[in-house]
């Protein structure tokens, strides 16, 4: 079965960090662009952030530029969105999504991808 699974949500002090973790099941990102999106309660979902794994390239919505970092690891069985200095806006569930039909731009831009994860939650509040 091919799925994403997300993991390392929950509750966190705002200022604080977070790492998420997608784990691909029936393949490996290698190939692949990854990404994460966010919808919060009441509102439309968000692109956060997109990657080429192949040229490193990445895309973050301006909101989190600077405070989120999106990597793999070396063998390319994770993904992960390193999130630093938590705000309560960054309050959301967060999906990770993965797609080797496109380039990353196309993805990013369209929304167009091959895979979606579950989804995990991460509230920020003091």
């Known amino acids: 079965e091919v799925r994403l699974v997300e993991s390392g949500g929950g509750l966190v002090q705002p200022g604080k960090s977070l790492t998420l973790s997608c784990t691909p099941s029936?393949?490996?990102?290698?190939?692949?662009?990854v990404g994460w999106y966010r919808q919060a309660p009441g509102k439309e979902r968000e692109r956060v952030s997109g990657?080429?794994?192949?040229?490193?390239?990445?895309y973050y919505t301006d909101s989190v530029e600077g405070r989120f970092t999106i990597f793999t690891d070396n063998a390319e069985t994770t993904a992960y969105l390193q999130m630093n200095n938590l705000k309560p806006e960054d309050t959301a569930v967060y999906f990770c999504?993965?797609?080797?039909?496109?380039?990353?731009?196309?993805?990013?831009?369209?929304?167009?991808?091959?895979?979606w994860g579950q989804g995990t939650q991460v509230t920020v509040s003091s």
């Open positions: 029936g393949f490996t990102f290698a190939g692949h662009n």
């Open positions: 999504v993965a797609d080797r039909r496109w380039t990353l731009y196309r993805s990013w831009v369209r929304s167009e991808w091959e895979h």
């Open positions: 990657l080429d794994t192949e040229t490193g390239r990445t």
